[in-house]
Structures are given as structure tokens and as C-alpha cells.
């Protein structure tokens, strides 16, 4: 399966094409989208849109991840990244892609192991997952993280499907178990004598 990973931005738009075999991931492509802040803001926007399909045109994804921004302090700056985000979620859906969705810290956690990793531990990652991987910029890095982390979850999806149990309700059910089993043991543990005197009215202690 060829995933395409996009770190959506109204300046820089990163990009990341991966193939995906089993646990097996391997680098296709990577790059970045950029528009000139001199730009008028609709035409900015429709150079994003025509770079990513452009982009979907030479390397034929079978699926898209799009990375969920977060809001900041500056509220503008907050509104035209989601428009950013907007056109990356479009452009893949009119192309007839799914679209998975990941909130950074769970892409980081895919691919670093952990929620607070910095950009240059998620670079190192990606290059360490797919030997021979030439980053060309951090966005493009956040994008093939995406990529990564959509296939993790495409994969981990088919295993459950396929009838292999869901490690975190497994997990649950087992705690559950124990629980239940020890409050039998506490019930079994209860001193016979307190449970007769308890019937009479009295407690020995």
C-alpha cells in the first residue's frame, strides 16, 4: 500500500510518499510545497491544492494521513493554517483517497515512542525506519512521520479484523479478571469467627 503523509502549512506544506508491506515500510518520496507570503491568501491556497495534486498525479497514493494542527496564541495565524489544513484534506478526498487523521502527539509517539519528541528526534526516527531515506526538510520529515503512523494503525486495524484480539481490550479484560478474583480471595480470606459474631451481634477483635 502507498501512503501519502502531509504536515500541512500555509508557508510550507510537507510531503511524504511510503510504501507499506506488512511491518515492512520503505521511502518513495519526499518534499516540500511553498508559497510566498506576498501572495494573496485565496491564490496561496490554490497553489497548495495544486502542489498536492500534482504531487498525487506522479506517485498515485493509495491512501492519505493528514497531520491535525492545534491551535496557537495568534488566532489568524491559528484560522489560515486551518485553511492550509483544509486544502490537504480536500485535495486527497476529491481524488478519491481515504483520509486518516492524527493528532501530533500520537504521531510522534508512532514513530518516536513517545508523545513530547522534538523535530529532530522524529527526523532521526524516520531515517532509522527507512534506511536510505534523504530528508529534505523538517515538514517533509513530520510528513512521512504521518505516513508512518497511518500505516501502523492501517496495519494494526487488519490485525483485529482478521480475528487477532485488540491488545488494549485484552488488557482491560485481564485487569478486569484479576480484580474480580481478587475480591474473591478477600472473600474467601474473611475469618469465620467474625462472620459467626457478626451474626450474634458481636465482634471479637
Not at 494573496?40 to 493509495?62: C, F, K, T
Not at 484479576?178 to 475480591?183: I, V
Request: glycine residues 10%; positive net charge; contains cysteine.
Amino acid at each position: 500500500m502507498r501512503i501519502i503523509g502531509l504536515d500541512p502549512g500555509l508557508r510550507f506544506t510537507g510531503w511524504g510518499i511510503i510504501e507499506s508491506e506488512g511491518n515492512r515500510l520503505h521511502h518513495v518520496a519526499n518534499g516540500v510545497i511553498k508559497t510566498l507570503s506576498t501572495n494573496e491568501l485565496p491564490n496561496r491556497l490554490v497553489e497548495i491544492h495544486d502542489g498536492i495534486r500534482a504531487v498525487l498525479g506522479d506517485y498515485q497514493p493509495d491512501e492519505a494521513a493528514v497531520e491535525i494542527t492545534l491551535a496557537n496564541k495568534n488566532p489568524s495565524s491559528t484560522l489560515k493554517l486551518g485553511m492550509a489544513r483544509g486544502i490537504a484534506l480536500i485535495t486527497p478526498a476529491l481524488a478519491g483517497l481515504s483520509v486518516g487523521e492524527y493528532l501530533p502527539m500520537i504521531v510522534k509517539k508512532s514513530v518516536v515512542g513517545t508523545g513530547h519528541a522534538t523535530k529532530d528526534q522524529v527526523a532521526m526516527m524516520v531515517e532509522r525506519l527507512m534506511p536510505g531515506c534523504k530528508i529534505t526538510s523538517s515538514d517533509a520529515a513530520d510528513a512521512l512521520a504521518v505516513a508512518i503512523c497511518h500505516a501502523h494503525n492501517v496495519s494494526t486495524g487488519r490485525k483485529w479484523a482478521a480475528g487477532v484480539s485488540d491488545p488494549i481490550a485484552a488488557a482491560l479484560a485481564k485487569q478486569d479478571e484479576a480484580r474480580q478474583q481478587d475480591e474473591g480471595n478477600k472473600g474467601r480470606k474473611a475469618s469465620p469467627y467474625k462472620a459467626a459474631a457478626k451474626g450474634r451481634g458481636k465482634t471479637f477483635r
